[in-house]
């Protein structure tokens, strides 16, 4: 297809590499204490690694592809300074699970996206204690070399991931709708939240997200019959902090209902 033969290749198989060598370099250092920061309040933390995995994946980016663009989270790189519609540019959280990372050293990724002429193209999720990267291709997502099937799970038999954060400012709705579940659950990363829904371990994810959180977990869900959404229905912009559900496309109409009422 020409879907197909337009999908960047070269791209992906470089960003595979580059994207194992941050998991190597994390795994490596984990028995030295990271010097830790805040950002916008206690418990938004930063380290010295963020900003040095962040730093390594976009030096092997522009030495490959000088012209292309970058939206990251750290080092002044979080507003998008090129137009998001034409340009080829690549989303980069260099460590998704900052506090999973201090405080428990499992449970964060290393993630990436990659988007050419504005469209998006593919995802990279590594949970990196687990090493095992999630891909796609044009047409499928992949751990590692195994293809993930398309599900249909519903809420009842499900469980679902929300966010810590909005579950304590706002519970109202998110209760209404973890009450339609099996069970929540709260993993501290965007990124293993969706390397659960790849799984299919989990059903969905609702949370209060910026791009780097959303975007590369998003490209791979839309391989197995999931997407994500705003509260009002939207495709996220990539403009921003946004709220956010991931899941099936068969439950959107259903779980938007429910999230719609709430003030989040
Ligand atoms: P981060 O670790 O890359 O910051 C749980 O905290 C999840 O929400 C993580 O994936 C985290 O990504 C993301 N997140 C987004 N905004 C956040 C914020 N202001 N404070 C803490 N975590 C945030
Ligand atoms: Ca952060
Ligand atoms: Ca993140
Ligand atoms: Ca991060």
């Known amino acids: 297809s020409e879907q197909a033969s337009n999908f960047p290749n070269e791209q992906l198989n470089l960003a595979k590499g580059w994207v194992r060598e941050a998991g190597i370099f994390l795994r490596s250092h984990l028995d030295e204490a990271p010097q830790v920061a805040t950002k916008s309040r206690y418990d938004d933390l930063v380290t010295n690694f963020d900003g040095q995995v962040q730093e390594e994946l976009v030096s092997k980016i522009l030495a490959h592809f000088p012209d292309d663009k970058i939206l990251a989270e750290e080092n002044g790189k979080s507003e998008p300074d090129f137009d998001l519609a034409s340009s080829n540019f690549w989303v980069i959280d260099p460590i998704d699970g900052t506090t999973n990372f201090i405080v428990q050293k499992a449970e964060f990724a290393v993630m990436l996206a990659y988007y050419q002429a504005g469209k998006p193209q593919f995802g990279m999720i590594l ?50 709708l973890a009450s339609k579940s099996l069970g929540v659950r ?79």
């Open 127 to 176: 949970d990196v204690m687990a090493d095992r990267l999630f891909w796609n291709d044009a047409e499928q997502s992949y751990c590692e070399d195994e293809a993930l099937p398309v599900r249909w799970p519903e809420l009842e038999t499900s469980l679902l991931a929300l966010n810590s954060y909005m579950f304590k400012s706002n519970a109202n709705h998110l209760q209404e």
């Open 186 to 264: 709260n993993f501290g990363s965007a990124g293993i939240s969706y390397v659960k829904i790849l799984e299919g371990r989990i059903l969905g994810y609702v949370s209060n997200l910026y791009p780097w959180d959303y975007a590369p977990g998003s490209i791979l869900l839309s391989k197995i019959g999931f997407d994500s959404w705003t509260i009002e229905g939207d495709s996220p912009s990539l403009m921003g902090r946004e709220k956010v559900f991931s899941g099936p496309v068969h439950l959107k109409d259903e779980v938007l209902s429910i999230l719609s009422q709430s003030e989040l």
